[in-house]
């Protein structure tokens, strides 16, 4: 019965290390996204800044510009965290964790003796303390990546609300200088008295 626990545990660990690979590979691509997105924005800020003059484009600008940086921002630390996560130490002197088992007092010969002299119920308390503490490490790096996903959202709605307002900040400043052009156009007489 015992060896069908062990293995039991053994599909358990498979399990969380899968999970944990996906949740690095996920929070990977976020930071990455976030941090390329992050410099865009940076990079465009001053031709988007000089796109209309108005006190509301510019204030509506600053509050659209500010949520997508902070947004990014959560997202590439949520990202971060999520790669370099908690990791407790499941039990003392696991036979199953590379932390002990890399520096196994004795060495490799110790350690071999260690596994060999292991009872089923010791190998199997061991398997279920390392499957705990990495359902603990993959819970948490899945929070993260959660947030992180949360944030990007918040971003990309941010975004398009920034695509509207600077659609509409230069179809007005295009108007303006329309209708400025215009009125020059139209009265040649004031001209003349401003350049006479």
Not at 29 to 47: D, E, Q, R, T, Y
Not at 135 to 141: E, I, R
Request: contains cysteine; charged residues 15%.
């Amino acid at each position: 019965m015992t060896d069908n626990k062990i293995t039991f545990q053994l599909e358990v660990l498979k399990r969380h290390d899968a999970h944990i690979t996906s949740a690095n590979t996920k929070s990977g691509m976020i930071l990455s996204f976030g941090v390329a997105s992050l410099g865009v924005l940076i990079a465009l800020m001053p031709h988007f800044w000089s796109l209309n003059n108005g006190v509301w484009y510019k204030s509506t600008l600053i509050i659209i510009a500010l949520t997508i940086f902070i947004g990014l921002l959560s997202a590439i630390i949520c990202s971060f965290l999520a790669l370099f996560p908690n990791t407790m130490p499941g039990s003392r002197n696991s036979l199953v964790s590379f932390v002990h088992t890399s520096s196994f007092d004795g060495g490799a010969e110790a350690y071999f003796q260690a596994v060999k002299n292991a009872t089923d119920d010791e190998s199997l308390k061991d398997l279920c303390y390392q499957s705990h503490t990495l359902s603990v490490v993959a819970a948490g790096k899945f929070s993260n990546v959660k947030n992180a996903v949360r944030a990007i959202k918040v971003s990309f709605l941010s975004t398009l609300a920034l695509v509207v307002c600077l659609i509409v900040g230069s179809a007005v400043e295009i108007n303006s200088s329309e209708k400025a052009s215009q009125a020059q156009q139209q009265d040649p007489k004031s001209q003349v008295k401003q350049n006479g």
